[in-house]
Nanobody, 123 residues
Framework: VQLQASGGGLVQPGGSLRLSCAAS????????IGWFRQAPGKEREGVLC????????YYADSVKGRFTISRDKAKNTVYLQMNSLKPEDTAVYYC?????????????????WGQGTQVTVSS
C-alpha cells in the first residue's frame, strides 16, 4: 500500500490549495480515504473523508464550508480542495486508508498512512 500526498506549499491567508493523494498497491475503489493534519505541538486530527461511493464526512468542524474532498477513480487519486485558508490551517497534511471500510469510519480506525505534505498559511 502506498499513499503519496502532494500539493502543499506556502499560501497567504484567504488563498487556496489543492492537495493530491496518489494511491497504489491496493484496489482504490474498495476503500474510503481520509485526510488528516498535524500542526506543530498538536495532536493529529481528522479533516475529511470520502467514501467509496463519493460521500464526504467532515471530521473537523473548522473546515466546513471551506474544504472539499473528491476522488478520481481513473487516476487513483483523492483531492483535498482547500479554500479561504487561515493561519490555523498550517500543518502537515496526510492521507490514509482504513482497511476494509467502504464508508468513512471514526478517525482512529485508519490503518495505512502516506507521508505528509506541508501546508503553511502565512502573510
Amino acid at each position: 500500500v502506498q499513499l503519496q500526498a502532494s500539493g502543499g506549499g506556502l499560501v497567504q491567508p484567504g488563498g487556496s490549495l489543492r492537495l493530491s493523494c496518489a494511491a497504489s498497491g491496493f484496489t482504490f475503489d474498495d476503500y474510503a480515504i481520509g485526510w488528516f493534519r498535524q500542526a506543530p505541538g498538536k495532536e493529529r486530527e481528522g479533516v475529511l473523508c470520502i467514501s467509496v461511493s463519493g460521500g464526504s464526512t467532515y471530521y473537523a468542524d473548522s473546515v466546513k464550508g471551506r474544504f472539499t474532498i473528491s476522488r478520481d477513480k481513473a487516476k487513483n487519486t483523492v483531492y483535498l480542495q482547500m479554500n479561504s485558508l487561515k493561519p490555523e490551517d498550517t500543518a502537515v497534511y496526510y492521507c490514509a486508508i482504513p482497511v476494509g471500510e467502504y464508508e468513512c469510519p471514526e478517525p482512529y480506525e485508519y490503518d495505512y498512512w502516506g507521508q505528509g505534505t506541508q501546508v503553511t498559511v502565512s502573510s
